[in-house]
């Protein structure tokens, strides 16, 4: 159950019909012992046993704070790692052109159904021979 902040009594409805058919349909084949409210109380103690404790709002808003914070903390490492690779060098506008015609050159492959093309459009690099 949900942690409640009432101040007052407050009653959880339960459908005596519902109740009746989950008794009744947990119950062996062929049972046909009448079904005492002993047996609907029971099975309405072990529903409310097996439940679920609700999130409360302040858990969700915590939860949704926690995700901005490994997000900015994931960006924060992908930054770090794009100024350390520009700083040795690396050319990331290159490298993602040259994946890029990679995948397009592949892509056109598959398409043109020859995965071992020889001839290969203008433009693109082609298979070294």
Same mark, same amino acid.
């Given at each position: 159950?949900?942690?409640?902040?009432?101040?007052?009594?407050?009653? @959880?409805?339960?459908?005596?019909? *519902?109740?009746?058919?989950?008794?009744?349909?947990?119950r062996?084949?062929?049972?046909?012992? /009448?079904?005492?409210?002993?047996?609907?109380?029971?099975?309405?103690?072990?529903?409310? @046993?097996?439940?679920? %404790?609700?999130?409360?709002?302040?858990?969700?808003?915590?939860?949704?704070?926690? *995700?901005?914070?490994?997000?900015?903390?994931?960006?924060?490492?992908?930054?770090?790692?794009?100024?350390?690779?520009?700083?040795? *060098?690396?050319?990331? *506008?290159?490298?993602?052109?040259?994946?890029?015609?990679?995948?397009?050159?592949?892509?056109?492959?598959?398409?043109?159904g020859?995965?071992?093309?020889?001839?290969? /459009?203008?433009?693109? %690099?082609? /298979?070294?021979?």
């Amino acid at each position: 159950m949900a942690e409640s902040r009432a101040e007052w009594t407050t009653w @959880t409805l339960i459908g005596e019909a *519902g109740v009746f058919e989950a008794v009744r349909q947990g119950r062996a084949l062929g049972d046909e012992a /009448p079904i005492a409210s002993e047996d609907l109380w029971a099975r309405v103690a072990e529903d409310f @046993t097996r439940a679920e %404790p609700r999130r409360l709002a302040l858990d969700v808003v915590e939860a949704a704070r926690h *995700g901005a914070e490994e997000a900015m903390a994931r960006l924060l490492e992908i930054d770090r790692a794009i100024e350390a690779g520009r700083a040795a *060098g690396h050319d990331f *506008g290159d490298e993602h052109q040259e994946r890029l015609r990679a995948e397009a050159l592949r892509r056109f492959n598959v398409a043109a159904g020859a995965a071992a093309r020889t001839d290969v /459009p203008a433009g693109l %690099p082609g /298979p070294s021979a």
